[in-house]
């Protein structure tokens, strides 16, 4: 089954790091674009970052530039989220979800929580 | 960036019979490459949302065809011909026109 896994959530202190994976199961991840998506708890959905197949362009919410750095690992069909200098407001559900240029967000992975809590 | 509009905010249905989102954006979601980007996502309780319908219109792999999408432009909508209980969580219509891609707030779809 074509699926994507997260996996790194856990909880950390304000202003702390914390990195986030997503890997891909039954599909070749390199040949695709990916993102990340969040949801804060009982919230909405936020897009917070891209990643074209090639590793470039890259796109961020204004929510999260400076801070957060997508990148991947197409040997290791995988997708990371590096996040630095945390907030509280940044405590979510994080997601990746695949993208194709007609397709956005056609597989999306079950989430992976993170805490920002003192 | 473009602002995505849903209502309603709830939608309390009866079992078997129709229900009906409204999704507006901002701008027209209209790519220079022909194509509109709009899509709506279902997500049930407990679980990550789930790709419904792309392109407006096209139900994706799996999706019953009692979910159908229609519209143009800046306005659309989604319709649930006969709602089961499987249908019961929130409903999201997305764009991907353009960067930042941004999301509807959600309808919340519950059985009455």
């Known amino acids: 089954e074509v699926q994507l896994v997260e996996s790194g959530g856990g909880l ?34 936020e897009w917070i970052s891209y990643i074209a197949s090639s590793g470039t362009p890259i796109y961020y919410a204004d929510s999260v530039k400076g801070r957060f750095t997508i990148s991947r690992d197409n040997a290791k069909n995988s997708l990371y989220l590096q996040m630095n200098s945390l907030r509280v407001e940044d405590t979510a559900i994080y997601y990746c979800a695949r993208q194709t240029s007609q397709r956005p967000f056609d597989i999306w992975g079950q989430g992976t929580m993170v805490t920002v809590s003192s | 960036d473009i602002v995505m509009t849903q209502a ?7 079992l078997g019979q129709p229900a009906s989102i409204s ?34 219109s096209n139900r994706f792999s799996g999706v019953p065809d009692r979910f159908s999408g229609s519209g143009a432009g800046t306005d659309f909508t989604l319709k649930i011909s006969r709602v089961e209980p499987e249908d019961v969580g929130v409903y999201y219509c997305m764009q991907a026109k353009q960067f930042p891609i941004t999301f509807g707030g959600g309808t919340k779809v519950e059985i009455k």
């Open chain 2, 8 to 14: 309603p905010l709830s939608s309390p249905v009866t």
């Open chain 1, 12 to 45: 950390v202190q304000p202003g702390g790091s914390l990195r986030v994976s997503c890997e891909g199961s039954e599909f070749t991840l390199s040949i695709y674009s990916m993102n990340w998506v969040r949801q804060a708890p009982g919230k909405g959905l």
């Open chain 2, 23 to 56: 999704c507006r954006s901002s701008q027209s979601l209209v790519h220079s490459d022909g194509n509109t980007y709009l899509s709506w996502l279902q997500q049930r309780p407990g679980q990550p949302p789930r790709l419904l319908i792309y392109k407006i």
